[in-house]
């Protein structure tokens, strides 16, 4: 059964920053970083396509980076100069190797963002 464990989440002021990260036992292919604040629709954030190029939503452009982690099993979402309106749930989104297409979803990790 594959798990996916997301830490990183907090409370931070505005203008700070905080890096989450997603790991699993699995190799990851392709992973993405949505979020969804209360009210709203879940969004996608960033993305990481399995040839490594990423794409970001035009919000947190310059702001946010996804990376992947040397032993490819753990995702990560940095976080900087950080506004109110990225309060948010955040979740990991991932396809594993070997898993066909089917994707997989962390637990979400709550981010908090103080003005």
């Known amino acids: 059964q594959v798990q996916l464990v997301e830490s990183g989440g907090g409370l931070v002021q505005a203008g700070g920053s905080l890096r989450l990260a997603c790991a699993t036992s699995?190799?990851?292919?392709?992973m993405g970083w949505y979020r969804q604040a209360p009210g709203k629709q879940r969004e996608l954030v960033a993305g990481?396509?399995?040839?490594?190029?990423?794409n970001y939503a035009d919000s947190v452009k310059g702001r946010f980076t996804i990376s992947r982690g040397t032993a490819r099993n753990t995702v990560y979402l940095q976080m900087n100069r950080l506004r109110p309106e990225d309060t948010a749930v955040y979740y990991c989104?991932?396809?594993?190797?070997?898993?066909?297409?089917?994707?997989?979803w962390g637990q979400g990790t709550q981010v908090t963002v103080s003005s």
């Open positions: 989104n991932v396809v594993l190797e070997g898993y066909g297409s089917r994707n997989y």
């Open positions: 990481m396509s399995g040839s490594g190029s990423t």
């Open positions: 699995r190799n990851i292919f392709s």
